[in-house]
């Protein structure tokens, strides 16, 4: 049987590891930490349950596709909801409530700009047909050629890659608050909407027509669902294993060390991030220098506060973002000029509110999110004095005292990303989705200097988020098996 060894135990080595498995390899998975799941870990405190990382569970069609291509369905492994409202933003005069039709988000829009739905209708659908070229055609290409972009569909949209999401809301809508609800899904891409090629607005089709979904118990779920499936493939699952060493021999992977131990594989898959990846080969195996990843943008890095109050919440909803201060202002403190963020914006979740797993009877379970520059200072009393600064905001914006109700909060923050995942400046999702890094232009999901040696996850193709990560986890045992083939 032909061996993988595969590093990291996130959603893209997980989804690896079980397409593997399913066509008879002998695959192993080796994680540092003790739970596996990678940045979309699991805490349960004092009856609160916190999903430490991904909390949106958009593109459901993705998630389905997956356990189908293993004959079962999420229904086998998880209950999916669907929220509704999908999400609440408040802004600095108002706050827009995203319904879970697109009949109710048509309403919602009006009310803040009239005329505004007919527009609405007509970008979404174009989102439509970006979303059915990306998801069916597109990010199914393992990225190794400029050629797998030029389809007869992306040639008639060629100009959506060179404007900008932010150029192509701005022309449809004029009120700001509409213009910042159209930009927020491309943040998840992990760039500024004015430097995301407008293409990309496939995931306001993913937010307003597919809507927000909830899995019963948290987003861990879905990473117990791979785990169960890639066991039942045959798939052995080793954590607290700290992979040191990817070895090399007339240049091509013998295999991995481990705390120490040298574990032998025919082929090696790395789903921990890339630049770490290449730190456990000797330089002369690296594809990428230093200079080349000080050179990328990255995804922001995030502080966050994992929160249990004893009492329920008013006025919000299970998702809720704070945009009640200079969207712009926030982007350039984390893009342009990296700094702490003077006013920042944040995001709230309270899983609570629509599943009563999540905390103790009366009880909510908050998870606060403020996106920041990468390896910014991290210390605890910035920590604190961020916390203050949004629960503040928080109490203010939704009419109500919470702050002496707080029975449990943890934090974490850059260097707990570098420590706990080696991620490259502490990045919390990645690298970001901006035109010259998409596809190929993206470092490689094969070694080109190391024979057998493969990379998957998110700072690869076809990027960050949950859905891509499955993805590109396929794309890669696909790659593997290709060459085996060959
Ligand atoms: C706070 C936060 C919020 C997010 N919100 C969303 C969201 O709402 N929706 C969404 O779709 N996406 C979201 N994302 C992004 C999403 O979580 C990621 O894109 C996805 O989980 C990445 O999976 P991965 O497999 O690429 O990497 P990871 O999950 O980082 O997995 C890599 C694994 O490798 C392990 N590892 C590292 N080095 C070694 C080593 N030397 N030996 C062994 N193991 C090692 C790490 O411990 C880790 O388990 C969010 C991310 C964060 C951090």
């Not at 994992?306 to 998702?319: A, I, Q, R, S, T």
């Not at 009419?399 to 995942?421: L, M, R």
């Amino acid at each position: 049987m032909t061996k993988v060894s595969i590093i990291g135990s996130g959603f893209s080595s997980l989804s690896a590891a079980c397409y593997l498995a399913k066509d008879g390899y002998e695959v192993s998975v080796f994680e540092k930490n003790n739970s596996i799941g990678g940045r979309a870990r699991q805490i349960k405190k004092e009856g609160f349950t916190f999903d430490i990382g991904p909390s949106w569970y958009w593109m459901p069609d993705i998630f389905e596709k997956f356990f189908n291509d293993f004959g079962k369905s999420t229904k086998d492994y998880y209950e999916l909801d669907k929220l509704s409202p999908a999400y609440k933003i408040f802004f600095s005069d108002d706050e827009i409530t995203i319904g879970d039709t697109m009949d109710k988000i048509c309403d919602e829009f009006e009310r803040i700009e009239s005329g505004s739905s007919k527009p609405l209708r007509k970008f979404i659908s174009q989102a439509q047909e970006n979303y059915d070229i990306a998801i069916n055609k597109i990010v199914l290409k393992p990225g190794l050629s400029p050629l797998e972009l030029v389809t007869k569909d992306t040639i008639t949209r060629i100009d959506q890659f060179f404007k900008t999401i932010s150029s192509q809301v701005r022309k449809n809508f004029k009120n700001p608050k509409l213009i910042s609800t159209l930009e927020f899904p491309v943040l998840f891409l992990g760039a500024k909407p004015s430097k995301t090629p407008s293409f990309y607005s496939f995931m306001n089709f993913a937010d307003f027509g597919l809507g927000t979904w909830h899995p019963k118990g948290g987003m861990y779920e879905v990473i117990k669902a791979m785990g169960d499936l890639a066991e039942s493939l045959g798939v052995t699952i080793h954590t607290n294993s700290a992979v040191n060493e990817i070895n090399v021999l007339e240049g091509k992977t013998t295999g991995i060390v481990v705390n120490g131990k040298t574990i032998k594989s025919d082929y090696v898959l790395s789903g921990a991030d890339y630049c770490h990846s290449e730190t456990l080969l000797k330089p002369q195996f690296r594809q990428y220098s230093e200079a080349y990843w000080e050179k990328k943008t990255f995804a922001p890095s995030s502080l966050l506060f994992y929160v249990g109050f004893d009492k329920k919440l008013n006025n919000v909803e299970h998702h809720n973002l704070f945009f009640d201060t200079d969207f712009e202002a926030h982007a350039e403190d984390i893009y342009d000029n990296p700094k702490w963020p003077e006013e920042p914006l944040f995001y709230v979740n309270f899983p609570s509110i629509t599943d009563t797993r999540m905390a103790p009877k009366n009880c909510e379970t908050g998870f606060f999110l403020i996106p920041i520059a990468p390896n910014l200072e991290d210390t605890e009393q910035l920590r604190q004095q961020y916390f203050d600064i949004i629960i503040e905001r928080f109490e203010r914006k939704t009419a109500q005292k919470v702050v002496d109700n707080i029975i449990f909060k943890e934090s974490f923050c850059v260097k707990d990303f570098k420590k706990e995942y080696n991620s490259y400046k502490g990045n919390a999702y990645g690298m970001a989705n901006t035109l010259m890094q998409t596809a190929f232009l993206r470092p490689n999901l094969k070694s080109k200097k190391v024979k057998n040696l493969y990379f998957t996850g998110q700072l690869t193709v076809p990027g960050p988020g949950v859905p891509p990560s499955l993805i590109s986890g396929k794309l890669a045992a696909d790659l593997i098996k290709k060459h085996q083939s060959n």
